[in-house]
């Protein structure tokens, strides 16, 4: 079982609409929760990142989490074209250097 | 530069062949990571440098899968007898401070080689 579980996908909306992203995990130790944007062929940006439990809001983004849940969810409002791409929840502890990464979500926003 | 510069972006090995994939990382950047994204799939860690140092490599597959970054700036990611299953997109990471605590949330990626053994 992977440490970090993501519904692969893909999810198609119509423009407008609002999107609900979410990653599972089994690691009670990370506190650093990180959701990044990849378009295709171009490597990974961070949208947010959130520490603990509690939510975060950053324009139309929107991200969640629960420890208690082991849950983490990003919310996308009023969702354009440009939003189109692979969703990437990642999390890691403390003292951890290394970041783990769900398989990442595919998103399609229609006109 | 103004971003995390990787090269060759492309690059096709026969089986068996060496190969070596480079990183720049931010100019100043401490840490720098490697990833390894196969298709479809999530980046998964490979290894981790400050500056010069190496501090985790837990992430390399098998010792034909070399890392250094000998005066803490630019990387290489060496891969020696490639083999099918490391067909995937190489990523390297770069952040300015060292990991832990919540400044280590803000890493860079470059565009990523991409290897294919054929």
């Known amino acids: 079982q992977k440490e970090v579980e993501q519904d692969p996908g893909p999810l198609s909306v119509p423009e407008g609409a609002i999107v609900s992203l979410n990653c599972t995990y089994s690691n009670s130790a990370f506190q650093y929760f990180m959701w990044y944007r990849q378009y295709s062929r171009k490597g990974p940006e961070l949208l947010m990142y959130t520490y603990s439990s509690g939510n975060k809001e950053d324009g139309r983004f929107t991200a969640q989490v629960d420890k208690s849940s082991k849950y983490i969810s990003l919310f996308i409002r009023d969702s354009q074209p440009s939003d189109s791409a692979t969703y990437l929840c990642a999390m890691r502890g403390y003292n951890f250097n290394k970041f783990y990464f769900g398989s990442g979500t595919k998103l399609n926003v229609k006109p | 530069g103004a971003g995390v510069s990787q090269s060759p972006r492309y690059k096709v090995a026969k089986r068996g062949q060496d190969v070596a994939l480079r990183c720049d990382p931010i100019?100043?950047?401490?840490?720098l990571f490697w990833y390894q994204q196969a298709l479809g799939q999530g980046p998964e860690f490979l290894t981790y440098f400050q500056n010069e140092a190496q501090l985790d490599k837990s992430g390399l597959p098998s010792d034909r899968f070399f890392a250094e970054r000998p005066e803490g700036s630019v990387s290489t990611l060496k891969i020696q007898r490639t083999q099918q299953e490391d067909s995937a997109v190489y990523l390297c990471?770069?952040?300015?401070?060292?990991?832990?605590?919540?400044?280590?949330?803000?890493?860079?990626f470059g565009e990523g080689s991409w290897l294919t053994v054929v």
């Open positions: 100019s100043g950047h401490v840490s």
């Open positions: 990471a770069s952040s300015l401070p060292r990991g832990g605590g919540a400044m280590g949330n803000t890493i860079y």
